[in-house]
């Protein structure tokens, strides 16, 4: 029966910081791209690509308020990334040279769930306002 007790460098906080999460994988045009949470970065969501060594794409939090459980943060279209940021609520594009716009500026609604049909972009878009108004 071991008696001794040590201190021990690893602690349950450092694990916890450490601890990287994939969540949705997309496996499109050579790539495999995963949003990662990263609780060393104050919880972000990253989207990065594992076959480029878990390179991080983007420097914005990625996360979609839709539903209120969160939907379909990002989607990778036609060799561009279409996202929610986390911070606004709004819809974004962006290059794989980092070149980003905004696609919407609609403060009352959260998307999720981007498909294209088309020449567009299709999305799940909730109203908050029409919410609050209960």
């Given at each position: 029966m071991l008696?001794?007790?040590?201190?021990?460098p690893i602690t349950a906080n450092l694990i916890a910081k450490l601890a990287l999460r994939p969540n949705k994988l997309i496996f499109s045009e050579g790539k495999l791209l995963g949003l990662e949470s990263r609780p060393s970065e104050g919880g972000m969501q990253v989207i990065v690509d594992y076959l480029a060594d878990g390179q991080k794409l983007l420097n914005n939090n990625v996360r979609s308020k839709v539903h209120e459980y969160g939907g379909g943060d990002f989607n990778f279209i036609d060799g561009e990334i279409v996202f929610v940021d986390g911070n606004s609520q709004q819809v974004y594009l962006a290059s794989l040279d980092n070149q980003i716009i905004?696609?919407?500026?609609?403060p009352n609604?959260?998307?999720?769930?981007?498909?294209?049909?088309?020449?567009y972009i299709i999305c799940v878009a909730e109203n908050q306002f029409i919410w609050a108004q209960g």
């Open positions: 008696t001794e007790s040590f201190s021990s905004q696609l919407t500026n609609q609604f959260r998307f999720a769930d981007f498909t294209k049909y088309k020449d």
